[in-house]
């Protein structure tokens, strides 16, 4: 295996499509950084500002984001693949619900009380379990209940974690 | 001889019944939170505090610091069993110890772990005790110009780290660095790319960042490709390391407690960048590099013995300056306080036993942790088998429970979800993020220290050629960079005169 | 619409416990938020402090770590809570006095939109200097800076820091505001650059820098306070060494949500007095080189004055700092 990735590209003769969108990547994040960070003082050399860092390396990873576009196109590489949504939505979508009920949430019309562990565990195992090709819906409620109680026990009792368990209900 | 007499007084402290109960219970406890993900040491020995105020302040440090290395030891679990490093010293681990664990060696990789771990201990505390007070010393030649220096030199060490395109390895350093110059300026207060979210202000943490790229993205690319999450199932090979593999790691594992335990003793948290050097030395002897990033053990029992070397001597600065390297130390420093003990450079002579036991009982733990771990090796592999279905929100409901407990805020919950977003389309660009989370962890020191040695240099920035240490770990930066640059460029030379 | 959302919230949580708020409070553990890392002087007091308090209210008292913008984002939390008296927050000098000055955009007002509980201890400060700076009192220091600002490098622990704000203070005192200052990130890495002297003086608790002054491995000109301390006899006090105008303490205080009902507030006064007057818990905080709270303090009123007081006294110099 080689340090490279070029060689191991040897052989193919397709652009890298990944390399290309990698690059791209890097300059969109650079251009971001850099135009958030503009107001910020670059400061001396003296007494650097609290925008001299940012933007230096905004820039260098521009430049290495066009460095890298240059590559896929001089030289071959991976090709881009494709997504699988299902996994961000129910994975990370889990994730989200677990910390919008935890404590509650308020953002503009939004509200959701504070549901606390006991349902924001449950919540989170069952609907992140949605992502699973195999997912058998039955065994999922009783592994959500059964793990979600395994935690409180751990978390909340054995650790002694400030999380909220049930303030609606219980007030703690 | 002197040291004789100090272990022995040490070592009668440390052994008495009560303190070796500690001693287990603060390693039980240790074990159980480093391989809860999120849930640091900080968290426990925080909430553990008032425990001890029961107990003599002895007996308290002891367990505290069993604590704080055993979540060192679980720590590594979790990186290589699901590839979640809960601190920056088990990134490293997560590149061949996860690998290692895919192809069904997870107890191999992990008895390797334990017993390198438990070998660089045991030298560590001896290095405590034999050399804590002339060692000292080497920590006051560091200012800032020095750090700044050893940060650039761990920057290069990245670039080794990369399985792939140095270039695309690069990119993710800068950009590692990028995302650590988020938060509030320390100097100016002014507030960097946080967008006026409050939970970012203080920067992004380190949890946050490394449980989204590493943990989540993980499970997405796991969720999309079935096969691959059931190969660690398929196959589960023997349960500890045999002698070959044993023969195998005793070079690295010596290499890494030597490179863990010199770095250890730099404040600034040097301990950070242990691992990372014990693996690019591994990597760069290597006869077939290419085998890291792939399970090589080299790639666990190097770093892991240098983790935890590192660990142990971090403890010198603390007993021996009284001033704290890391911010767990920063906590030992509130233990002790809480107990009466105000740490300073006099603790030693006028606290012995409290010293000298505290030396000892890390030995003593050490050997606990061999004695909990090795048995846990077994538990840890069964779970493995665990179907996928059920093992991924188990996961989730792990890490969004440890995140939430760091601050107490849901928000970092949901920023996890989205680095871990960022994590799976870096995964799809062919980045790694390893190199990206170095980047981040030294990203802060970096800056940080650059700024003081500028200012204190007047904005000369002859200071850091002038300063010999500064001057040799600059040079020592560029080697690296070239031995790891050059055969790259030779391999781009020959791929243009093939085309 | 927040404060009906929060009248909600706390009226479902009231029914939910039985309606028992106002009677026999305190019916379920309270949440004691510190807006500091664990570990911290500010965390160590709450913890020391709350554990005794939990016994005298028969409620556990559970410390919960929201970290951020130098304490400001807990104390957020905590006085925009529901005031039903489970959310409290253990502030410092820097929260209370210091942040309306220091952060322009800070969504509390810790004078009038707060309610104070009382005051749970005072730290005194030290100007400490690396061992081998020439000077060799407070009169000769300060002379010195004043003729040569731009010799000297000042340490701190980051901006809204107590060693910020009280060396802030002492430059404005001195009326050399541009003193080169390193900023660090935490008392620890400053004091290991002042003990291997890389930078020349900061100011700090004295918790954090009496044992190095004691070893003689940095120098202390003198103690901000108006008594010496007992943990360090030797240190004169600014007003003997000649710089009287420099009189500043850190201290750590308890507040919450205003509109806190009275039962519980007076209930939490009391724990606090009580927990201030038990043996145990006084000498675990005298050991902190801590001073304990007068009578006064210990009340409301007393500690609401204490934070005006001291607000009056860092604004002007924290306005001029050089930062924003």
Known sequence: MSLNQIERAQGLRVRSTQDLAGGLFMIVLAFGAFVFTWDLPAGSLRQLGPGMLPKAFAVICAALGALLVLTSLRYHGEKLQGWSWKGIFFALGGACLFALTIRGFEFGPIRVPALGLLVAGPLLIAFSGLAADDRRIKELLIFAVAMSAGCILLFKYALGLPIPLAPWLLGI | METFAHLSLGFGVALTFKNIALCFAGCLIGTLIGVLPGVGPIATISILLPITFGLDPTGALIMLAGIYYGAQYGGSTTAILVNIPGEATAVVTTLDGHQMAKQGRAGIALGTAAIGSFFAGCVATVIIAALGAPLTKLALLFGPAEYFSLMVMGLCFAVVLARGSILKAFCMIMLGLLLSTVGTDLETGQERLTFGVASLMDGIDFSVLAMGVFGFAEVLRNLENPEARDVVKAKIGRLLPGWDDLKQSAAPVLRGTFIGGILGILPGNGAVLGPFASYTVEKKIAKDPSRFGKGAIEGVAGPESANNAGAQTAFIPLLTLGIPPNAVMALMVGAMTIHGIIPGPQVMTRNPELFWGMVASMWVGNLMLLIINLPLVGVWVKLLQVPYRLMFPAILIFCCIGIYSVNNQPLDVAFTALFGLFGYLLIKLGFEPAPMLLGFVLGKLMEEKLRQALIISRGSFMTFVERPISAGLLVVAVLVLVIALLPSIAKKRDEVFTE | ?324
């Not at chain 3, 379920?28 to 500010?42: C, E, H, L, N």
């Not at chain 3, 009038?112 to 081998?132: C, D, F, S, W």
């Not at chain 3, 044992?211 to 202390?220: F, Y």
């Not at chain 3, 000649?242 to 009902?261: H, R």
């Open chain 3, 1 to 324: 619409m927040k404060k009906l959302v929060l009248g909600l919230a706390a009226a479902a949580a009231l029914s939910f416990a039985g309606g028992a708020q106002a009677q026999g409070y305190p019916t379920k553990p309270i949440t004691m938020i510190v807006p500091f890392a664990a570990g911290g002087p500010t965390d160590i007091i709450a913890r020391i402090v709350a554990d005794n308090m939990s016994k005298t209210l028969g409620q556990q008292i559970v410390i919960e770590n929201v970290a951020g913008a130098g304490g400001t984002t807990g104390i957020t939390r905590a006085v925009t809570a529901a005031p039903d008296g489970y959310t409290i927050a253990m502030g410092h000098l820097g929260t209370f006095s210091a942040a309306p000055a220091t952060y322009p955009g800070l969504k509390y007002d810790p004078i009038n939109g707060m309610q104070t509980i009382g005051l749970a201890g005072g730290t005194p400060i030290l100007i400490v200097a690396r061992k081998n700076l020439e000077a060799p009192d407070l009169k000769a220091f300060v002379a010195a800076v004043k003729a040569n600002p731009d010799k000297f490098n000042e340490a701190h622990a980051g901006l809204g820091s107590v060693s910020w704000t009280t060396c802030t203070l002492f430059k404005g005192i001195l009326g050399t505001p541009k003193i080169n200052a390193v900023a660090y990130r935490g008392t620890g890495p400053a004091l290991n650059d002042l003990v291997s002297g890389q930078v020349d003086f900061m100011c700090d608790q004295i918790v954090s820098v009496a044992e190095q002054v004691r070893s003689n491995t940095i120098k202390a000109y003198a103690i901000a306070s108006a008594e010496r301390s007992p943990a360090l006899p030797d240190v004169p006090t600014t007003k003997e060494a000649g710089l009287p105008d420099y009189q500043i303490e850190a201290w750590n205080g308890i507040a919450g949500p205003k509109g806190m009902p009275k039962e519980a507030v007076d209930k939490l006064v009391d724990a606090l007095n009580k927990a201030l007057n038990d043996e145990g818990t006084k000498k675990r905080l005298l050991d902190l080189g801590t001073v304990l709270p007068t009578a006064e303090e210990r009340t409301p009123a007393g500690f609401a004055a204490l934070i005006k007081r001291d607000a009056d006294k860092l604004t002007p110099a924290l306005s001029a700092a050089p930062k924003q």
